[in-house]
């Protein structure tokens, strides 16, 4: 395992509960229709799937992201790590950019497609619409790397 500290904050598994933008959503929820995923109570729909169809095609629209799993990558060799994981591309990434990614195994099989953020020039952040942090503890032995799951202290919009 890495030298560097590697955490997980696993109250996610305890309870469904609502995200950060609980009560935006349920403001704008005509239908007050919802669903669990990942231990969130997200929107299951806001308004009739055909709006929300023509929404998509024709105007902006906001999501709660909240339930993806977030990871946060530092260390030294976070490049290289991110790179072997993502087939060569997780790692690069300029600061302030973002890339879709497939994690795959070192068999070539699909773990989850992501993906990567890099807000800083020290760390990168990792979403997945999967939990995943035994895997990636493993997948960082061998690195100069940390892993951290922060999916229970980060809000995200999509």
């Keep these: 395992m890495s030298e560097h500290a590697n955490k997980s904050n696993t109250n996610w ?17 005509r239908t007050n229709q919802w669903t669990q ?26 999501g709660d992201r909240t339930p993806l799993a977030s990871y946060r990558f530092t260390g030294p060799e976070t490049s290289a790590c991110l790179n072997r994981l993502a087939g ?15 994690l795959c195994d070192d068999g070539g099989a699909l773990i989850a497609d992501g993906i990567v953020l890099r ?6 952040l990792l979403t997945l ?17 940390a892993v951290e799951d922060i999916s229970d202290t980060i809000a995200t919009l999509g």
């Design 119 to 124: 807000p800083d020039d020290t760390a990168w």
């Design 88 to 102: 060569g591309c997780g790692g690069k990434v300029a600061v302030g950019g973002s890339r879709r990614v497939a």
């Design 13 to 29: 598994h305890m309870a469904v509960r609502p995200t950060p933008l609980h009560g935006r959503m349920a403001e704008a929820s």
């Design 129 to 145: 619409p999967v939990r995943a942090f035994d895997w990636l503890l493993l997948a960082v032995e061998g690195f100069e790397c």
């Design 37 to 62: 995923r990942l231990g969130w109570t997200i929107p299951n729909v806001l308004d009739t799937r055909e709006a929300e169809h023509a929404a998509l095609r024709t105007r902006c629209t906001l």
